[in-house]
């Protein structure tokens, strides 16, 4: 089927109250009509999500953004035109009409205009179609609640199979990462979440600092992807520093677990061990942010070795993830922001952690 009849059947779709995955530059979506509060239950009971856990309505562009927000702060409007399209998302203080489906009943709602041609020409294509009335899609990652997001058509399907009907594949995602979030509805701009888009550049836009705010905190609006456990695989996941990777590599083979390694570094001249699967993992950090989910979701099927380092057969799911820890600087926080919720979800118990934390509020 064509892109023009791909496109015309995903907003009939829409328009008929139902899902459609589609990919944006940062993870691949699970959209609805964000005005349309029976069709946002479904995203909700696609992914086994919290319903006081709030979403993301992407937006066919800047000039949208008055439609679902009020009281728009200038700061707003400098961030919109700097980095729209692209992944921002704001949170501004919600318009009346906007759903309590939508923002887990807050006064506040997170907008974002995706730079992913194909996500633009739906949102754009639905908004023609409903009569340029600022339309949006509500749309969280597409895969479980907690889980690792994906970032190809191919993750989704393995992921939510049958559940969805239609999935707009636009290749992989080029960011790989969930996007920056900075909270506008307050007195000072604050970043809640980490993404592609840093600090330094946010600040050089607005001209002031911003401050980083725990999202636990009971004045700070909840959004997406901020609990303590998140995109988490289901094997445990565990950082360690690069000088300390071969012990703990060691001591995972003595104690007879099938190991993955995902490293910056090569794997030592020695023969790896039977069990160990070495996942070489990109040097830049925004190489290595568009490779991690894919990665991570790997050592989660662990089926096969992996051809280039020559490591033998796993057949058989991993015990156990090793990350080499990566550097703290700015380009890397939002990947270690990643990593470090994904080992505290990893597992069976830590998925439980996550969904109870987040019905906690």
């Known amino acids: ?5 791909n496109l015309e059947a995903a907003v009939a779709a829409l328009q008929a109250g139902e899902l459609v995955v589609f990919p944006t530059e940062t993870v691949y979506g699970l959209g609805a009509d964000a005005r349309n509060p029976a ?3 479904k995203i909700f009971a696609a992914k086994g999500r919290p319903a006081d856990h709030p979403l993301i309505v992407h937006l066919p562009g800047v000039d949208a953004m008055i439609h679902w927000a009020r009281d728009i702060p200038p700061a707003a409007w400098q961030l919109a035109t700097a980095f729209w399209p692209g992944p921002l998302t704001l949170i501004l203080k919600r318009q009346p009409h906007v759903a309590d489906a939508v923002t887990g009943g807050q006064d ?3 907008l974002r205009v995706p730079d992913h041609r194909l996500a633009l020409a739906l949102l754009r294509a639905f908004d023609d179609a409903q009569g340029n009335v600022g339309t949006g899609l509500a ?4 895969n479980r609640f907690g889980r690792i997001s994906p970032t190809t058509a191919a993750h989704v399907r393995a992921e939510l199979g049958e559940q969805i009907k239609r999935i707009l594949d636009g290749g992989p995602c080029p960011v790989g990462i969930e996007s920056t979030i900075v909270d506008l509805s307050g007195t000072q701009p604050r970043i809640l979440r980490p993404g592609a888009i840093t600090r330094q550049a946010l600040e050089q836009v607005l001209g002031q600092a911003l401050t980083e705010t725990a999202t636990t905190s009971a004045s700070t609006p909840r959004v997406s992807g901020s609990l303590a456990a ?3 695989p289901r094997t ?4 360690v520093h690069s000088t300390e990777l071969p012990a703990a590599l060691a001591e995972a083979t003595l104690a ?17 061990p039977d069990n160990c699967r070495w996942l070489q993992m990109p040097e830049q950090s925004a190489d290595y942010a568009q490779t991690l989910y894919a990665t991570l979701r790997r050592c989660d099927e662990a089926r096969t070795a992996d051809d280039t380092h020559g ?3 796993t057949t058989g799911l991993l015990d156990l993830i090793l990350v080499e820890a990566l550097p703290d600087d700015e380009s890397w926080q939002a990947i270690n922001d990643r990593l470090q919720r994904a080992a505290r979800g990893s597992g069976s118990a830590g998925a439980s952690a996550a969904y109870a934390d987040s019905e906690a509020g």
């Open 1 to 5: 089927m064509s892109l023009g009849r």
């Open 39 to 41: 069709a946002v239950a």
């Open 108 to 110: 506040t709602v997170g």
């Open 139 to 142: 749309a969280p990652s597409a």
């Open 230 to 232: 998140h995109y988490a």
């Open 236 to 239: 445990p996941l565990r950082l």
């Open 256 to 272: 007879g677990q099938r190991c993955g390694v995902l490293a910056r570094q090569t794997p030592a001249p020695a023969p790896l």
């Open 311 to 313: 490591t033998q057969d």
